[in-house]
């Protein structure tokens, strides 16, 4: 038996043992200090020679932040961008995690109490009743996995506590919102439970004038449910657990065309849509109407021995499971033309087991992990023949006949195409394709940390982490030959395949059919993945860091379907080398009774640098565009200004661009990063005093500001945002002792018009489209509390 394969049994017993990572309680500390669990031991924020941004529950409901998109307008070098909650983009430092595809991994961590839960279209989290979210910045493997390539995020959620306790919210605002959330938490020191829930809706903020849907786009309706158990049966034993549920029923994401016109008038991202969809959607892409249907299943066994005098050992066990359907309109126009759905599933499983030390002059942990996921993302086409092609390659006009794909009034014209090339022997011939990608990813990894402190003032750490991966991907693709071209006269069939040989074959160009098998492929890797810190006390109050460490992003077990030389389907591998990121920073961060800060500087250089392509059969495509750097600063400050008026601004800076002179992949270089701003900055204070007996006013306006964004590489001003401001305000009253509680809140005040995103799909076959983001919202909130 060979030394892995006596690790891998290794790690395969451990998954018997009850389980989850080092635990901290609610999270505390004055001002914006609170205790986090970065290293897997409890410090203040202050005390972590990494870069982290700590916010805690309290923070957030004083922001107003109700999810992680607006969370992340107030984190220097996060950017979140949530399409849908079937496709967030999770941005740290310029690098992006989105992809849908099963065969690939993601490159940004996403954490829930202790398990990743990366997976993009599984990783969508309600962010109600949270104790904290931690935000760690650059690649700390020893601490968050293969995921955390360049960091990781964090969530915790409240833990159940002694004593009874309880709140309730509903809130009613703009655009028919309706909110009503709250938890129940009972219990003593032995055995204690908790129970949140949430539940969102919202009409759509895009009209949609199709008459074939119901609702308007980016309409809500968000479920979120959690029970919580925790059982201390001693003060050497503390073990929680967590089940979650997460559902969705959303309306269609407004891919709004920038070139085909609606019955309002020409194409405008701002303006309303008129997305047909599919007549055939129920049955051909598994959903009448446009939207989402998403659910997620999260369960998690946390356990913390703590034994001997100094040592603790921690696990965690997790299972997270998804299933989504979401149809959307690709080409952003009332035109049976490009009709997609996207059918994703998945499962994962994660265990990890720590042993930590801690003494006067040494602190480390050791331990193992093991993670696999099992997934699929499935993407039907809905069409009609005569419309596609007038739409994508307007082939009526060799024959003279002006047959625009949309007019001003919203009709179809191209609709008429497959009726006059048959005489009207057909006047629809509606076509379908299929294609999926599945992955499955088994992980194991042994990992060791250790922190010397030689004196009071220095604190020197290096971990190192080794792991290996075995990937395996399938595709399947069915792709039926279209019909049209054979009931055309034979000069005219001529014509029309030498104007488009793909023909022949599909009707979607680039779709292969793997005649009714399933291609599968897989490969094995490894790494080794260092970190290295250093953390210099200058005073009480003033502390230096350092840092150097190494991320990667996994290589791509990367399967299609291409024709060889004599027109057969064959499997089209490619595997995709793996992206590694050498990360080095440092910086200050102070802590005085009333001012907490932090300055830090990092540059980093990747090789083998990752981009998805988006294809004209619909999917994309992951490449690699060579070498890149990112230079940056990030600096947060909060004052203490008066025990009623607390400040704060923050702000980064990030110079992310793929190197200039690209040989490997020319067409990219000097490109910044997709969706990350060069600077981003966020700004406000927080009044909070009585003004009367038992009466307390709380007001927090506040501004966030981003530069240019560019939504694809390489780079386009087209398909970009121009720097946007948006103004925030959420103030109220709490009376009877803090017991009841009157807030209103408005987000966007100033119904500044900016865009979400740009390109999508619709762009891989020359018409983008563009999605808008949220107007002006507000409403009003009021809670009862049980303390």
């Not at 193992?368 to 009609?384: A, L």
Request: hydrophobic residues 40%.
């Amino acid at each position: 038996m060979t030394i892995r394969s006596s690790l891998k049994l290794t790690l395969l017993a451990g998954t018997t043992l009850a389980a989850i990572p080092a635990h901290a309680e609610e999270s505390e500390g004055i001002g914006n200090s609170i205790v986090v669990t970065a290293q897997k031991f409890e410090q203040r924020v202050e005390d972590v020679p990494i870069t982290v941004t700590a916010t805690s529950g309290e923070r957030m409901e004083q922001l107003g932040v109700s999810d992680l998109d607006e969370l992340s307008n107030y984190v220097p070098g996060l950017n979140i961008q949530e399409q849908s909650a079937n496709n967030p983009g999770i941005v740290i430092r310029g690098i992006t995690s989105d992809s849908g595809s099963a065969q690939q991994g993601p490159r940004v961590t996403l954490y829930y109490n202790g398990v990743d839960i990366s997976r993009s279209r599984g990783s969508y989290q309600a962010v109600y009743d949270l104790d904290r979210v931690e935000v760690i910045k650059g690649p700390q493997a020893t601490l968050f996995g293969t995921a955390s390539a360049v960091g990781a995020i964090s969530l915790v959620s409240a833990k159940p506590q002694p004593g009874v306790s309880a709140e309730l919210t509903g809130g009613l605002g703009n655009f028919d919102y309706r909110l009503l959330r709250g938890h129940l938490n009972a219990g003593n020191d032995v055995l204690a439970g908790r129970v949140a829930f949430e539940w969102k809706t919202r009409d759509g903020y895009v009209k949609n004038l199709a008459a074939s849907q119901d609702d308007d786009l980016y309409a809500l309706d968000n479920l979120g449910l959690r029970g919580s158990l925790r059982f201390t049966p001693g003060d050497d034993l503390t073990i929680d657990l967590i089940g979650t549920f997460d559902r969705q029923r959303n309306g269609g994401t407004p891919f709004i065309s920038g070139n085909f016109p609606t019955a309002a008038g020409a194409a405008n991202p701002f303006g309303d849509a008129q997305l047909g969809g599919s007549p055939l959607s129920g049955s051909v892409l598994g959903k009448d109407k446009l939207g989402l249907d998403r659910e997620v299943y999260d369960a998690n066994l946390t356990a913390e021995w703590q034994f001997a005098d100094n040592w603790t050992f921690t696990t965690v066990n997790g299972y997270r499971e998804f299933d989504s359907l979401e149809t959307f309109d690709a080409d952003g126009s009332a035109a049976w033309f490009l009709e997609f759905a996207e059918d994703a599933s998945g499962w994962q499983f994660s265990h990890e087991g720590r042993f930590a030390y801690e003494g006067m002059n040494l602190r480390g942990s050791f331990g193992w992990n093991y993670f696999t996921e099992d997934g699929r993302q499935s993407v039907p086409f809905s069409g009609e023949e005569g419309t596609f092609l007038q739409c994508l390659a307007n082939i009526a006009a060799a024959a003279g006949l002006n047959l625009p794909c949309t007019a001003t009034d919203g009709s179809v014209p191209a609709s008429q195409l497959t009726g006059l090339l048959t005489g009207g022997a057909v006047t629809q011939l509606p076509y379908q394709s299929r294609f999926e990608n599945q992955g499955q990813n088994d992980s194991y990894s042994v990992f060791a940390d250790v922190t010397w402190i030689p004196t009071d003032a220095l604190e020197l750490t290096a971990g190192l982490r080794y792991l290996w991966e075995d990937r395996q991907s399938g595709y399947f693709a069915s792709v039926p030959v279209p019909v049209l071209p054979g009931l055309l006269p034979a000069d005219m069939r001529a014509a029309l395949l030498a104007a488009m040989p793909s023909l022949a074959f599909s009707l979607v160009p680039g779709q292969v059919d793997t005649a009714g098998q399933t291609y599968s492929a897989d490969d094995s890797f490894d790494a080794w993945l260092p970190r290295f810190n250093a953390l210099y006390r200058v005073s009480p109050d003033v502390n230096l860091y350092a840092t150097v460490s190494k991320g990667r992003r996994s290589p791509v077990v990367q399967l299609a379907a291409t024709r060889n030389a004599a027109l057969v389907s064959v499997p089209r591998l490619q595997i995709v080398p793996e992206e590694t990121v050498w990360n080095y920073e440092g910086g200050v961060k102070v802590a005085t009774g009333a001012v907490q800060g932090s300055l830090g500087v990092y540059y980093q250089t990747y090789s083998g640098f990752q981009v998805s392509k988006r294809q004209d059969d619909g999917s994309t495509r992951t490449e690699s565009a060579g070498n890149a750097k990112n230079l940056g600063v990030e600096a947060e400050l909060f004052v203490q200004a008066t025990d009623a008026v607390s400040l704060f601004i923050n702000g980064a800076y990030a110079d992310a661009k793929i190197d200039e002179d690209n040989t490997l992949a020319p067409a990219y270089s000097g490109a910044r990063f997709r969706l990350q701003p060069k600077f981003q900055m966020a700004a406000g204070f927080t009044v909070d005093t009585m003004i009367a007996n038992d009466v307390r006013f709380f007001a927090t306006p506040s501004v966030t500001h981003r530069s240019t964004i560019f939504f694809e590489l390489p780079n386009s001003a087209k398909i970009s945002q121009g720097p946007v401001t948006l103004l925030n305000l959420r103030a109220g009253f709490a009376f009877a002792d803090d017991m009841i509680e009157v807030a209103g809140f408005m987000r966007n005040m100033s119904n500044e018009d900016y865009l979400l995103d740009a390109g999508n799909t619709g762009g891989a076959f020359g018409f983008p489209t563009f999605i808008p983001a949220e107007p002006r919202f507000y409403g009003i909130e009021l809670t009862a509390r049980l303390r």
